[in-house]
């Protein structure tokens, strides 16, 4: 059973801090995960900085990006938008996770200037009217998270895994779910909660 924790020193309460997370605001840094920035130019040329649109979340945003920029650091670091996570920057995690065009995809191994499609982060999941998303509720309801790092790429992952019809049964699930990693070991809560939305979500 779920035992709600006392609040730590600053007063915020671990459920707090943890829905923050599943809607994408700002108190997610709690993991003490390392997060680099963009790289700097190289040392013998200048960079190639070029135009780029973005459209994220419905708003198009115009920018100058170094060439080498991935969508991961220019929606963190150029947007402001730092739900998704850079855990390990190579593909390997699944943190970064976030929809182009509808489909999951590796935000660090994505340069932000080949990106054509619109884009969906964590912070755009719910309604305009702030309803969040039934995966969103879904990872709430079930506590499929402990420290929330992975959670907006767990989340966007899970969406795409509903919408490509990969969730016949938990081994399935599991075997689709498999590019995000959860150092916490949340697992068998995030398939519960997959299995929760994907019941709502197929119903729409
Ligand atoms: Fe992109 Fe790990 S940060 S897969
Ligand atoms: Fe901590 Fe997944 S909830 S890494």
Not at 30 to 46: Q, Y
Not at 59 to 71: E, F
């Amino acid at each position: 059973m779920y035992t709600e924790t006392p609040p730590c020193a600053s007063g915020v309460h671990r459920r707090d801090l943890l829905k923050a997370t599943v809607v994408g605001t700002a108190l997610t840094s709690a993991a003490g995960h390392l997060e680099a920035a963009t790289p700097p130019a190289t040392e013998k040329g200048r960079p190639q900085m070029l135009p780029v649109t973005l459209v994220v979340n419905g708003r198009a945003n115009r920018l100058t990006l170094d060439s080498r920029t991935t969508l991961l650091d220019a929606m963190r670091n150029d947007l402001g938008l730092t739900g998704s996570k850079k855990g390990c920057d190579h593909g390997q995690c699944g943190a970064c996770t976030v929809l182009v065009g509808g489909k999951r995809t590796l935000s660090c191994l994505t340069l932000a200037a080949m990106v054509r499609e619109p884009v969906t982060t964590i912070e755009g999941l719910a309604g305009a009217d702030g309803t969040l998303h039934p995966m969103q509720q879904a990872f709430i309801d079930q506590d499929a998270f402990q420290c929330g790092y992975c959670t907006p790429g767990q989340i966007l992952s899970a969406v795409a895994c509903v919408d490509e019809g990969h969730v016949r049964d938990a081994d399935e699930i599991r075997e689709y779910m498999s590019g995000n990693l959860c150092r916490c070991a949340a697992y068998p809560h995030i398939v519960a909660a997959i299995e929760q939305a994907a019941r709502q979500m197929q119903k729409a």
